[in-house]
């Protein structure tokens, strides 16, 4: 294995400041279990997987319970890759960009082998969400993503399906699932599950106030590179 960098901007006049990205080459199948444990988080483009390093969230499943899904408000059933609903998904996806007004940065298409899909349906059997897992190896999953239609913003969906997932993957035998990136105060409800840790950088952390203060400190927003740059000399 062997990390890219692609340096993309710098300037060192009004201030000291210089944007790269990593992206990790050569990986493995073996390799998954180390490269997540050390911050390295994958993306599907056009088939192919590319590793990025970010602000890692993942949720120790042992000695925890995660039984707090409730049957009642929706169902949920499991597809791999060759049998997903694929026009379904991606109307439930548009929705879901419409009501958070995000611009469509997820192509339905985009699916890898390792991939599975967990449809919610409603009480008429309604496919109204859904969200994708990904499987790297015997002991790590990570639930790359979630939407859903809002047509019943009280069913607190987001949350459910975390939980469904959480004590799915507990009862399939993995030992920890990844949650994703976490910046900014959308992302604060992650620290609520048992077993919640995030990466540093250097190490996975289980201090929740150090974190809430930087997803906090990320959402009062950049305006300038001067901005950034203080970021650099006052972490």
Same mark, same amino acid.
């Given at each position: 294995m062997?990390?890219?960098?692609?340096?993309?901007? *710098?300037?060192?006049?009004?201030? +000291?400041?210089?944007?790269?990205?990593?992206?990790? =080459? *050569?990986?493995?199948?073996? +390799?998954?279990?180390?490269?997540?444990?050390? *911050?390295?988080?994958?993306?599907?483009?056009? *088939? =192919?997987?590319?590793?990025?390093?970010?602000r890692s969230t993942r949720v120790i499943l042992k000695n925890n319970n995660y039984k707090q899904f409730d049957p009642s408000i929706v169902s949920a059933r499991e597809f791999d890759v060759d #049998?997903?609903?694929?026009?379904?998904?991606?109307h439930i996806y548009d929705s879901y960009c419409y009501h958070k007004g995000f611009k469509k940065y997820f192509e339905i298409d985009q699916y890898h082998a390792w991939d599975k899909v967990i449809g919610y349906y409603d009480r008429e059997q309604y496919l109204c969400a859904y969200s994708k897992l990904r499987r790297y190896s015997k002991s790590s999953v990570e639930t790359l993503m979630f939407a859903w239609d809002y047509k019943d913003p009280k069913l607190q969906l987001g949350k459910q399906s975390l939980w469904y997932e959480l004590d799915l993957c507990q009862q399939q035998g993995f030992e920890q699932v990844y949650i994703g990136s976490a910046y900014e105060t959308s992302s604060l409800y992650k620290k609520n599950y048992p077993g919640f840790e995030w990466w540093t950088g250097k190490e996975w952390s289980q201090d929740l106030d150090h974190y809430t203060w930087l997803l906090q400190r990320?959402?009062?927003?950049?305006?300038?590179?001067?901005?950034?740059? +203080?970021?650099?000399? #006052?972490?």
């Open positions: 062997y990390i890219e960098w692609e340096h993309i901007f *710098g300037i060192n006049n009004s201030a +000291d400041f210089q944007y790269s990205t990593a992206t990790l =080459k *050569g990986v493995q199948p073996s +390799d998954h279990n180390s490269i997540l444990s050390q *911050g390295w988080l994958a993306e599907c483009t056009h *088939g =192919k997987i590319k590793w990025y390093q970010t #049998n997903i609903p694929k026009r379904e998904l991606d990320d959402s009062k927003g950049v305006k300038s590179i001067e901005d950034l740059s +203080d970021l650099e000399i #006052n972490p």
